[in-house]
């Protein structure tokens, strides 16, 4: 299994969206801090200066008295501003308690007024500098009055000046609404993080699954088909998926003909080796009976014995050397082969014309059970040799007056012929053995009756081309070769 670590995939989004969302979220919060700052500034200078611009029309054309009434009373609904009111010749008619007096009174002969003003923020300037603007008592209804500090000096009627200091700053607002964001931030980030989490999952579980599929790929070892999905990682994961189907069929099928190759090769030494033995004794045998003439063992006249014994092994051997070369012959490619309607009974009984010197020399017993309406389409020289070897097996391996029945049965799509003869067994440990090149269940090998040990294995190469199925087995105390003929 691959090894899993958060800087993975998955630890490598997560990460990065992360960042993205603190770097948004960070950005967001100092946006908003700086303009929570200039709106209670601003919201602060703006009633400041409505509070004040009130007042100051409240006193346009009044007494003396009555504006130092109307400035204690502006004072009683205006608690936070500390005020000083101051006649002409610097007389103080009116004082608040907390005044602290930050700002004097300058003389402007030409009648004009002098209105202090500054920013207003939460960190007021250290050096506490100022900025004057000029104007004239006439136009006081239009007349723009900025703050310094919450501070102004008003000129009102009569020669009364009012010097005006707010008691209140926006930093206690200020930090109160700052507080309240950081809650709000801070929940803010932890659904962001949450989210990261979630969406760096979604994306990362499907590729992760991916890698960890192509690790098991690269070794050949299972792997589930991959769920379905709609989008490109679903697609690749199909894609990748069929590529490492045909990559295990390809593997197995190379594995399988690298063993067929194998086999095939093994076949062949124990083929030749087999082969070199079954030449070699009859060859070895005509050349002692040669040697012995020559040598005068045998006398002139044992000649004739002799020669007919030598005339029967060359025979034997021609036999042989042509099942070796028909076997030859079918184990190599083939043309396709040319079939034709055989009546199934007529084949048998050519064939049988060939074995009735031995069926009757051991005086068995044959018996045809095969309808004479029975045709299919064969290769009938090569199913004609097939049947040969198989009768020839089956009157060999019975005793002495033994049964051998033929029989044929028409069943849905085939036909069903076999071969059984009585008074034989096949060991269950050979019967896979018996198709082999030479194979005899006897230890002695002997080649009494013609036997090559070559004729099995001749018909089952020639029904694996004719694609017939075919078995043998032990069955009612005799041997059944048994053969499915399809028809089409």
Same mark, same amino acid.
């Given at each position: 299994?691959?090894?899993?670590?958060?800087?993975?995939?998955?630890?490598?989004?997560?990460?990065?969206?992360?960042?993205?969302?603190?770097?948004?979220?960070?950005?967001?919060? !100092?946006? !908003?801090?700086?303009?929570?700052?200039?709106?209670?500034?601003?919201?602060?200078?703006?009633?400041?200066?409505?509070?004040?611009?009130?007042?100051?029309?409240?006193?346009?054309?009044?007494?003396?008295?009555?504006?130092?009434?109307?400035?204690?009373? !502006?004072?009683?609904?205006?608690?936070?501003?500390?005020?000083?009111?101051?006649?002409?010749?610097?007389?103080?008619?009116?004082?608040?308690?907390?005044? %602290?007096?930050?700002? @004097?009174?300058?003389?402007?002969?030409?009648?004009?007024?002098?209105?202090?003003?500054?920013?207003?923020?939460?960190?007021?300037?250290?050096?506490?500098?100022?900025?004057?603007?000029?104007?004239?008592?006439?136009?006081?209804?239009?007349?723009?009055?900025?703050?310094?500090?919450?501070?102004?000096? #008003?000129?009102?009627?009569?020669?009364?000046?009012?010097?005006?200091?707010?008691?209140?700053?926006?930093?206690?607002?200020?930090?109160?609404?700052? @507080?309240?964001?950081?809650?709000?931030?801070?929940?803010?980030?932890?659904?962001?993080?949450?989210?990261?989490?979630?969406?760096?999952?979604?994306?990362?579980?499907?590729?992760?699954?991916?890698?960890?599929?192509?690790?098991?790929?690269?070794?050949?070892?299972?792997?589930?088909?991959?769920?379905?999905?709609?989008?490109?990682?679903?697609?690749?994961?199909? &894609?990748?998926?069929?590529?490492?189907?045909?990559?295990?069929?390809?593997?197995?099928? #190379?594995?399988?003909?690298?063993?067929?190759?194998?086999?095939?090769?093994?076949?062949?030494?124990?083929?030749?080796?087999?082969?070199?033995?079954?030449?070699?004794?009859?060859?070895?045998?005509?050349?002692?009976?040669?040697?012995?003439?020559?040598?005068?063992?045998?006398?002139?006249? *044992?000649?004739?014995?002799? #020669?007919?014994?030598?005339?029967?092994?060359?025979?034997?051997?021609?036999?042989?050397?042509?099942?070796?070369?028909?076997?030859?012959?079918?184990? @190599?490619?083939?043309?396709?082969?040319?079939?034709?309607?055989?009546?199934?009974?007529?084949?048998?009984?050519?064939?049988?014309?060939?074995?009735?010197?031995?069926?009757?020399?051991?005086?068995?017993?044959?018996?045809?059970?095969?309808?004479?309406?029975?045709?299919?389409?064969?290769?009938?020289?090569?199913?004609?040799?097939?049947?040969?070897?198989?009768?020839?097996?089956?009157?060999?391996?019975?005793?002495?007056?033994?049964?051998?029945?033929? =029989?044929?049965?028409?069943?849905?799509?085939?036909?069903?012929?076999?071969?059984?003869?009585? &008074? =034989?067994?096949?060991?269950?440990?050979?019967?896979?053995?018996?198709?082999?090149?030479?194979?005899?269940?006897? *230890?002695?090998?002997?080649?009494?009756?013609?036997?090559?040990?070559?004729?099995?294995?001749?018909?089952?190469?020639?029904? &694996?081309?004719?694609?017939? %199925?075919?078995?043998?087995?032990? %069955?009612?105390?005799?041997?059944?070769?048994?053969?499915?003929?399809?028809?089409?």
């Amino acid at each position: 299994m691959i090894k899993k670590r958060f800087f993975g995939i998955f630890g490598k989004i997560f990460l990065y969206t992360m960042l993205i969302l603190l770097f948004v979220i960070g950005g967001m919060f !100092f946006v !908003f801090s700086s303009q929570i700052q200039s709106t209670i500034a601003l919201t602060q200078q703006r009633q400041f200066s409505e509070a004040l611009m009130g007042f100051v029309a409240q006193t346009q054309g009044k007494p003396t008295d009555e504006i130092v009434a109307l400035t204690e009373d !502006f004072h009683r609904w205006n608690t936070s501003f500390e005020l000083r009111l101051i006649s002409e010749d610097g007389e103080i008619l009116f004082k608040t308690e907390g005044f %602290a007096g930050h700002i @004097g009174i300058n003389e402007f002969p030409n009648g004009n007024i002098e209105i202090i003003s500054g920013n207003i923020g939460i960190n007021e300037p250290p050096d506490g500098s100022i900025e004057v603007i000029s104007g004239n008592t006439n136009d006081l209804p239009a007349q723009r009055y900025q703050i310094m500090r919450q501070a102004a000096f #008003l000129p009102l009627g009569n020669g009364l000046h009012l010097q005006v200091d707010g008691s209140h700053s926006g930093t206690s607002i200020y930090r109160e609404i700052l @507080g309240g964001a950081v809650w709000v931030f801070g929940v803010i980030t932890l659904v962001s993080l949450l989210a990261a989490f979630i969406f760096a999952r979604q994306i990362a579980r499907p590729i992760q699954r991916v890698s960890s599929d192509t690790h098991m790929m690269s070794k050949l070892l299972p792997v589930d088909p991959p769920k379905e999905r709609g989008d490109e990682i679903g697609q690749l994961s199909k &894609d990748v998926y069929a590529m490492y189907t045909r990559l295990k069929s390809t593997v197995y099928q #190379l594995e399988t003909e690298i063993e067929r190759v194998k086999q095939m090769k093994e076949n062949q030494r124990h083929f030749f080796s087999a082969a070199s033995h079954e030449l070699k004794t009859p060859i070895t045998a005509v050349g002692g009976i040669f040697e012995g003439m020559l040598s005068d063992v045998i006398t002139p006249e *044992e000649y004739p014995v002799y #020669l007919r014994e030598g005339i029967k092994l060359v025979k034997e051997q021609n036999k042989l050397v042509s099942e070796i070369l028909e076997l030859v012959k079918l184990g @190599g490619d083939l043309p396709s082969l040319e079939k034709e309607p055989v009546n199934l009974l007529r084949c048998v009984e050519g064939v049988l014309k060939q074995l009735s010197s031995l069926i009757e020399s051991k005086k068995q017993l044959l018996t045809i059970d095969v309808a004479d309406n029975i045709i299919c389409e064969l290769n009938d020289r090569l199913f004609s040799r097939v049947l040969s070897n198989v009768l020839l097996n089956a009157a060999q391996n019975s005793t002495v007056l033994a049964e051998i029945r033929i =029989a044929a049965k028409e069943e849905p799509g085939l036909v069903r012929l076999t071969v059984w003869n009585g &008074d =034989a067994e096949i060991p269950e440990r050979i019967i896979s053995k018996i198709y082999e090149p030479f194979y005899r269940a006897d *230890e002695a090998r002997t080649t009494d009756e013609g036997r090559s040990g070559l004729g099995l294995t001749i018909a089952k190469k020639a029904l &694996d081309l004719m694609e017939i %199925a075919f078995e043998i087995k032990n %069955a009612d105390s005799g041997v059944l070769f048994q053969m499915s003929i399809p028809i089409e």
